[in-house]
């Protein structure tokens, strides 16, 4: 089994609804997301998955997150913006963006911060 892993970034806003927690006022992050993809057998050219070809499909994903307040979406987990959901969201996308079978997001990870962080891994 082979495992990429891509990184990129993106700005949004928030706000949740915890009990007795200031994170229910809406706040901002600079979040990092880790994305895995995995596969059994390298192409051709030796690579899994060319590199450039993950990262665009992701950038197209994290375009609809970039700059947003995320509460206002539709299309996020339950209309909550949690890390978790972020996770979600961006594991289940990419994944329809890939258009190689043998190719499968394994995990994605959403930092909102450099100490806190959510992984979402996918099972098969």
């Not at 329809?96 to 079978?101: L, V």
Request: charged share 25%.
């Amino acid at each position: 089994m082979f495992e990429l892993k891509v990184v990129t970034r993106f700005a949004a806003a928030h706000q949740l609804t915890m009990v007795g927690s200031k994170c229910e006022n809406m706040h901002g992050h600079n979040w990092k997301v880790e994305v895995y993809v995995t596969g059994e057998k390298l192409g051709a050219g030796g690579v899994l998955v060319d590199f450039g070809a993950i990262k665009a499909h992701l950038a197209d994903v994290i375009k609809k997150l970039d700059h947003k307040f995320l509460n206002e979406l539709d299309y996020i987990p339950d209309g909550k913006p949690s890390s978790e959901n972020i996770a979600y969201f961006v594991a289940t996308e990419l994944q329809t963006k890939i258009d190689d079978s043998a190719v499968q997001v394994s995990r994605v990870t959403a930092w909102e911060s450099d100490d806190a962080c959510a992984t979402y891994i996918v099972k098969r």
